[in-house]
């Protein structure tokens, strides 16, 4: 017949080197407690992998792991490991076993359990669902993904794209380098200035990168970035990616919308409420928002006339010649400065900045066009972001947003075993 101690052996997975000695189920902690301990087949097995003799020499402290719940019971396994002394240099080293994970707390098997939970909501409430304090299960993604990113191969990297997020309110900035054709989190650091690419260039060669094979670099039209790609990765055409482009106009509207209702009482009251609808497309309105659009005054709000030409640049991305396309671009650029010649008030002058700004970097915006290459991942990653503050909130440093950021867009090996 067989015992309970040699049913939870199977249930282990251990093999002839371990074997269950004790087996309790304690009600005041409401937990089986399953005692392990090694065979003297161990030494043999050490041998054989170390290539060289091995023996035992003592054993540590006590130590416990969390496993996998037992008929909704948790359960712990306590073991003394043993250490062993190697024969050739005497060296003296505590075995790992294989049921423990990377924080040294968990089996793997309960390691590999809590990460698809924390993959799905925050580090917190994973705990609560685990009976684990958020500290402990924090010190388990660390490990994973810092173990997972430096085994991170980036040598086939030949497209990137680059974002600014900002972790809280203020100027705390983390810039995030992202592959465009794998479409995964690369590289993320502190700060949006022209030294964040010298740290992504050094993470690069780090990982069998090499900053020459970079050929497209999609980034926003801030000086600090295009200083940075122009510096060091020489190579690289500029891709002014389009989200941002368009994020520039819609900006643009929004401060036309700003100026009309400080300086027009008539405007402002036909504006108020009309947030939303400046920022959507048409498409996008709900019912209300399209009923209001009927009652505005189209004819004579400058606002609408804003909203017009950011609706006819976006259009211009519909064009598939690019030849055809620079020029829509060009026309878009003489039309809006020629409206705002005519506009007494000045209202439109923040679309004139952004047709300057669009004409001043036009070749990075229309390296868009070249085949293939696509910057929808990094649109993508503006989502991913908010989410991703949600899992790391209550966290003053800035480590944890870069780990939770590896470990849910940087297609990495996790779990990522120790043995």
């Known amino acids: 017949m067989t015992t309970p101690e040699e049913t939870f052996h199977r249930l282990l997975g251990l093999d002839e080197c371990w074997k269950v000695i004790t087996l309790e189920f304690r009600e005041a902690d409401n937990a089986f407690w399953i005692a392990v301990e090694e065979t003297p087949k161990l030494w043999a097995r050490e041998t054989a992998r170390l290539g060289q003799p091995v023996s035992g020499y003592d054993h540590v402290d006590s130590m416990e792991w969390r496993h996998l719940n037992v008929f909704a019971k948790e359960c712990v396994i306590v073991c003394s490991l043993p250490r062993g002394l190697r024969a050739n240099d005497k060296k003296v080293y505590r075995v790992t076993p294989p049921w423990e994970g990377r924080s040294k707390h968990f089996t793997q098997e309960f390691e590999a359990f809590a990460l698809t ?85 050094d993470a690069l060669l ?36 389009k989200f941002h482009v368009i994020k520039q106009v819609v900006e643009g509207v929004t401060q036309v919308r700003r100026l009309e209702a400080q300086t027009d009482p008539i405007a402002r009251e036909q504006l108020a409420g009309t947030l939303w609808i400046f920022n959507k497309n048409p498409e996008n309105w709900n019912q209300k928002e399209d009923a209001r659009w009927e009652h505005l005054d189209k004819a004579h709000l400058a606002t609408v006339s804003a909203y017009q030409m950011r609706l006819v640049l976006q259009d211009i991305y519909q064009i598939a010649c690019p030849r055809r396309a620079r020029q829509k671009f060009l026309d878009w650029c003489q039309w809006v400065r020629q409206s705002a010649a005519q506009d007494c008030a000045k209202l439109l002058d923040p679309m004139v900045e952004t047709a300057n700004m669009i004409e001043s970097h036009l070749d990075g915006i ?50 990522c075993h120790t043995h």
């Open 117 to 201: 939970l924390i993959k799905e909501m925050p580090v917190k409430k994973a705990g609560e669902i685990l009976g684990e304090t958020d500290t402990r299960l924090w010190r388990m993604v660390m490990a994973h993904v810092q173990a997972a990113h430096a085994q991170l191969s980036m040598e086939e990297v030949v497209w990137i794209g680059a974002d600014e997020m900002n972790r809280r309110k203020g100027h705390n900035y983390l810039t995030v380098f992202a592959d465009l054709i794998a479409r995964r989190v690369l590289f993320a650091t502190p700060g949006k200035d022209s030294s964040t690419w010298q740290a992504f260039v």
């Open 206 to 241: 780090k990982h069998n990168g090499h900053p020459k094979s970079i050929t497209q670099a999609a980034i926003d039209m801030s000086p600090a970035y295009i200083k940075g790609v122009t510096e060091n990765l020489g190579n690289a055409q500029i891709v002014f990616d």
């Open 366 to 415: 229309m390296a868009h066009w070249q085949a293939g290459l696509t910057t929808a991942f990094m649109e993508g990653l503006n989502s991913l972001f908010s989410a991703t503050k949600r899992k790391a909130r209550g966290y003053r440093t800035i480590k944890y947003m870069t780990a939770m950021l590896y470990f849910v867009a940087g297609k990495l090996t996790i779990p």
